[in-house]
Each structure stands twice: as C-alpha cells, then as structure tokens.
C-alpha cells in the first residue's frame, strides 16, 4: 500500500447545457473560480495547472484571467477522455514532488454548440489510416465493432446495454444538476431509440454537452485545515493496453475486452490495498454502454463476460449490489469527458451528494476506456 499524500480539496462547475453562450475560457475560468471558492482558497495560492491535450483554454489564459500570477507546474495530458483521472494524478506527482502547493485541474468544452465529437472529421492521428478508411470515423462507429463482437462472444443481447442506459437515466432524473433531471427512460424506449451504429442506439451513446469542471488538489496537510473535507487520493494510476489504439484496437488477440483498464486496475489495487468488494460506489466512464460492462470485468466486479448477469434486476442502480454513477453518468448528467465524474466522487466521500451511497468506504473513479486510460480511488 502506497500512503496517501494528497487530496482533493476543492470542486467547481458550471451548468451544463446544450449552448453555454459564451466562450470555453470563460466556462474554464467560471469553474476554476468555483473550486477555489469550494475550497477556501484565492488564485494567488494557485502554483499549478493541468489540463487535457483537447481542452483548448492554455493554462497562461485562464492564470492570466483569474490573476494567479506565476505558475511553477503546468501539464496536459492526452487521449481525450482517458485523461480525466490522469490529470488528477499529474497533480498529485507535481504535489508530492514539491513541483507545487495548490494544482487545479480543469476542464471547459463546448461539445454540443461547438465542435461536435460525434461529426466525422479528418484527423491528423496516424491511427486514423486503419479506421477511417473502413468507414470508423466516429467513436461510435468504432465502439459499435467491440460491441458487436462482445455480443457474439459472451451471448449478451443489446438489452444488457440498455439496462445501463436505464440506471443512469434514472439516477439523472433525480439529479437537479443533470440535463436529464425528471427524465428518466424504460427497456422499452431504449429498445425503440434510433440506430447510432449497430448494436448502439442513440440511448446507448453519451450526451453532447456544454460546460467546464474544475478541482483543487494539494496536499493532505493542508486540506485538512480547509474548509471541505478532504477527499483523500487513495490511488491514482494511468495505463495502456498492448497494441493500443486511438480510439480502439481490433489487432489485440481478443478484441471485446479493455486491456487498457486492466492495466490501471491492478495499480488501484496494488496502491490502495482494497479489493472491489471494498468498493462502496463506482463512477464509471460511460460513453457508451457496452463499455461499463467491459469495465466491471476488467476492473474485477465479475468475471469476463459475466457483466451481463451482474447488471440485471439493478445490480448497478440506487440500492444494488454496486450504485454505478448515482449522479447519472455522461449519459444522464453531462458529458465533461469524465471530470463532472471525479466531482461526484468528491461529493459521495464528503456525504452531500444529491444521491448519497451510505456507507464511508472507497469511491472508485475510470476515465474514458477504449483509448488510454486512468482510474482513482478516494476515501
């Protein structure tokens, strides 16, 4: 076991939306000003900054907006979604390092009123030439292919992907905060929603959304004498898969798993000493539903293949043997590539989460899976 040094002192955000109306500066700025507001701290006290190799915000522009004066730690990390718990851990380094004091980690998009992820464009990715040539253009295209395969593999039905879908509508539809608030779905309409891409329905596929995220981390000392209860980083790790692609490979030997997620699994782990019975709550990257199946599995929940089985009469709902995502996920609540995830894990450690998982034990964390990826755990 790894003795933690670090925390999670601070959280802020916007509203999420479908049009922001402004910038995605300002959306970083206004999320960064939350969180250090959160955490009982000023700009000043600021020494660092990490963000996503995607966020379009330099960390100079949003210092430079909210008056943080000199920086001695900046940093991003790639892989789009992949980096949500990965710039979390970029932090805690730069913290134990003494690189830095106080390192905020941000993340602002607007992913629906601006550049849609979800619209085919040409990519500059060498990784690209093997994909978009077949017609894989989209992650959703992509993704489809793992899926299907996972059917074919394991006998699951698309119905095991729409009780995903369903769990997470639900938990949104009691989340204020949630785009989905008061809207919850049934089997049945996922069942009906349009084709994305076989087997993905439009239900099975996350959110676009509008908004920033951002969180305060230093070190476990000095969270302790502000204001919030600490959220204390357990474990933190990053990780890829043998012949890792962008954003999924089809040469690995078996092709419906997420290696990549193993890999950070065994580190949370091995880290934290905890086992996933230890677990209390899980937020799980939901981009797209076959993916929290495949990431119960990696992650050790239950067996390969078995996700299916472990997921039925609400497993991963409110009051089941393991609450996934009680916020909504980015299918109910927004998609802030993962982030607004690492808040809710936040506010499940210190009780005021608006749906609260009883119990003090672990919050486990995945970021975006079929590229390179990250996990954290938080007591």
Same mark, same amino acid.
């Given at each position: 076991?790894?003795?933690?040094?670090?925390?999670?002192?601070?959280?802020?955000?916007?509203?999420?939306?479908?049009?922001?109306?402004?910038?995605?500066?300002?959306?970083?700025?206004?999320?960064?000003?939350?969180?250090?507001?959160?955490?009982?701290?000023?700009?000043?006290?600021?020494?660092?900054?990490?963000?996503?190799?995607?966020?379009?915000?330099?960390?100079?522009?949003?210092?430079?907006?909210?008056?943080?004066?000199?920086?001695?730690?900046?940093?991003?990390?790639?892989?789009?979604?992949?980096?949500?718990?990965?710039?979390?851990?970029?932090?805690?380094?730069?913290? &134990? *390092?003494?690189? %830095?004091? /106080?390192?905020?980690? !941000?993340?602002?998009?607007?992913?629906?009123?601006?550049?849609? @992820? =979800? $619209?085919?464009?040409?990519?500059?990715?060498?990784?690209?030439?093997?994909?978009?040539?077949?017609?894989?253009?989209?992650? &959703? *295209?992509?993704? %489809?292919? /793992?899926?299907?395969? !996972?059917?074919?593999?394991?006998?699951?039905?698309?119905?095991? @992907? =729409? $009780?995903?879908?369903?769990?997470?509508?639900?938990?949104?539809?009691?989340?204020?905060?949630?785009?989905?608030?008061?809207?919850?779905?049934?089997?049945?309409?996922?069942?009906?929603?349009?084709?994305?891409?076989?087997?993905?329905?439009?239900?099975?596929?996350?959110?676009?959304?509008?908004?920033?995220?951002?969180?305060?981390?230093?070190?476990?000392?000095?969270?302790?004498?502000?204001?919030?209860?600490?959220?204390?980083?357990?474990?933190?790790?990053?990780?890829?898969?043998?012949?890792?692609?962008?954003?999924?490979?089809?040469?690995?030997?078996?092709?419906?798993?997420?290696?990549?997620?193993?890999?950070?699994?065994?580190?949370?782990?091995?880290?934290?000493?905890?086992?996933?019975?230890?677990?209390?709550?899980?937020?799980?990257?939901?981009?797209?539903?076959?993916?929290?199946?495949?990431?119960?599995?990696?992650?050790?929940?239950?067996?390969?293949?078995?996700?299916?089985?472990?997921?039925?009469?609400?497993?991963?709902?409110?009051?089941?043997?393991?609450?996934?995502?009680?916020?909504?996920?980015?299918?109910?609540?927004?998609?802030?590539?993962?982030?607004?995830?690492?808040?809710?894990?936040?506010?499940?450690?210190?009780?005021?989460?608006?749906?609260?998982?009883?119990?003090?034990?672990?919050?486990?964390?995945?970021?975006?899976?079929?590229?390179?990826?990250?996990?954290?755990?938080?007591?």
């Amino acid at each position: 076991m790894i003795s933690p040094t670090c925390a999670i002192a601070g959280i802020g955000a916007t509203e999420f939306s479908k049009d922001s109306g402004r910038s995605e500066l300002r959306l970083a700025v206004e999320a960064v000003r939350a969180a250090l507001d959160d955490a009982g701290l000023r700009p000043s006290d600021v020494s660092g900054l990490v963000t996503f190799g995607m966020d379009n915000n330099p960390e100079i522009a949003v210092a430079r907006e909210l008056g943080i004066g000199e920086l001695r730690f900046l940093s991003r990390i790639g892989y789009g979604g992949g980096a949500a718990c990965a710039v979390i851990q970029q932090a805690v380094l730069a913290v &134990a *390092a003494g690189l %830095a004091d /106080v390192v905020v980690c !941000y993340r602002a998009l607007n992913e629906r009123s601006g550049r849609r @992820f =979800g $619209r085919a464009i040409a990519s500059p990715d060498p990784d690209s030439g093997w994909h978009h040539p077949m017609g894989l253009a989209t992650p &959703a *295209a992509m993704v %489809a292919m /793992v899926a299907q395969r !996972y059917l074919h593999e394991y006998g699951a039905v698309p119905d095991d @992907f =729409g $009780r995903v879908a369903v769990a997470m509508r639900r938990h949104a539809s009691t989340n204020p905060y949630a785009w989905f608030h008061g809207r919850p779905i049934t089997l049945d309409e996922h069942r009906a929603s349009r084709w994305i891409s076989e087997p993905l329905r439009l239900l099975d596929c996350c959110q676009e959304s509008d908004g920033a995220v951002a969180l305060v981390v230093t070190s476990l000392s000095r969270a302790r004498d502000l204001p919030q209860p600490p959220a204390v980083i357990s474990a933190a790790a990053q990780g890829s898969g043998p012949d890792q692609f962008v954003m999924t490979s089809y040469y690995r030997p078996q092709v419906a798993s997420l290696p990549e997620m193993g890999v950070v699994a065994r580190q949370l782990w091995e880290q934290s000493a905890l086992t996933p019975a230890d677990v209390r709550t899980a937020i799980l990257y939901d981009h797209f539903t076959p993916y929290v199946l495949m990431q119960l599995e990696e992650l050790g929940f239950c067996g390969r293949g078995e996700a299916r089985h472990f997921v039925a009469d609400g497993g991963i709902e409110l009051g089941g043997r393991l609450p996934v995502n009680p916020h909504g996920g980015q299918l109910g609540e927004a998609y802030i590539h993962g982030m607004n995830g690492i808040a809710e894990a936040v506010r499940q450690v210190r009780g005021t989460a608006v749906n609260q998982v009883p119990g003090d034990g672990p919050v486990l964390v995945t970021a975006g899976t079929g590229v390179p990826t990250s996990g954290l755990i938080l007591v």
